[in-house]
């Protein structure tokens, strides 16, 4: 039998989030959409041991608070971006820099965006949409003929690159499963979609899964690989032309893909192509 927390519990718990969000979409007029993905990110930063920059915000002036939220959106757009942004060493989110003690630039989260996007959708899904939903239903419109344990539409998504996120208002007594909000990980419970890559080879000359898993694990690490899918070609049996490489980490993805949207490997002197498909990234 699966532990659990009671709603309202869990709403003491995230206080201080559920506090900042009102501030957004009630008090500041933000976006919601935009708001659950910039906090989302938030919560990442604090996984990631920044120091916690939501705490910070609380005793901040809204003024100051949509200003951390504009950096933040743009942040977001960076990281959906395919083009990379040019490195600014001064750093470029001046409000959150000194929130974190820290310089910090759009390239410096590039170079991490497929690990910055998966885990955003974690906490999206995991923690965002459950402790934020009783806001939402209040601030969306149309609220009135939306009912407790309904689906409440959220303008904005699906987000293409972030996905769906599922917003049901319960009652404060209802039992949240606490296997959904601790004791998982970022790396290990990443989708299998944020960890595959698709592969594809050169015409002519044949490549084998274990040369595929052979040429990845001494790049990136020793079983760094976690399943290689050959696809068969339909104009030879012995000569795949594309294959699906799943990674055990998601971090991979971004060493792999770190200068750009594809990457090109020679295997026995056979160029291939890798790039995330899933992400919906135009190669």
Known sequence: MSSGITLEDLHLFHKIDREVFTRLVVCLSRNPAESLLVLAMWLWFEEEHFPSIIDKMVKLPNEVVNKLAEEGAACLKWVESKVPPVPNDAGDMP????????????????????TMISGIKAFLNKVCAII???????????KSRIHLNSPIPVPGFPHPTFGSITVVPRSLDSLIPSR??????????APLDDRTLFLTFSRGFPVTEAEVKELFNSYYGIDCVEQVHMVPSA?????????????????????????????????????????????RIDM
Not at 95 to 113: D, E, G, K, N, W
Not at 132 to 142: E, V
Not at 182 to 189: A, E, H, I, R, V
Not at 259 to 272: C, P, Q
Request: charged share 15%; proline share 1%; net charge positive.
């Open 95 to 114: 409000l959150t820099a000194i929130l974190l003690q820290r310089t910090v630039s759009f390239s410096s989260f590039y170079q991490q965006r497929f």
């Open 235 to 279: 104009s030879s049996s012995d000569h795949s032309l594309y294959a699906r490489m799943l990674v055990r980490d998601v971090s991979t993805v971004d060493h792999i893909l770190c200068n750009g949207s594809i990457a090109k490997f020679r295997i026995n002197g056979v160029v291939t192509k890798d790039y995330i498909g899933n992400l």
């Open 132 to 142: 934020f939903a009783d806001i939402l239903h209040q601030t969306l419109p149309g």
């Open 180 to 189: 959904g909000l601790w004791g998982w990980s970022l790396k290990t419970d």
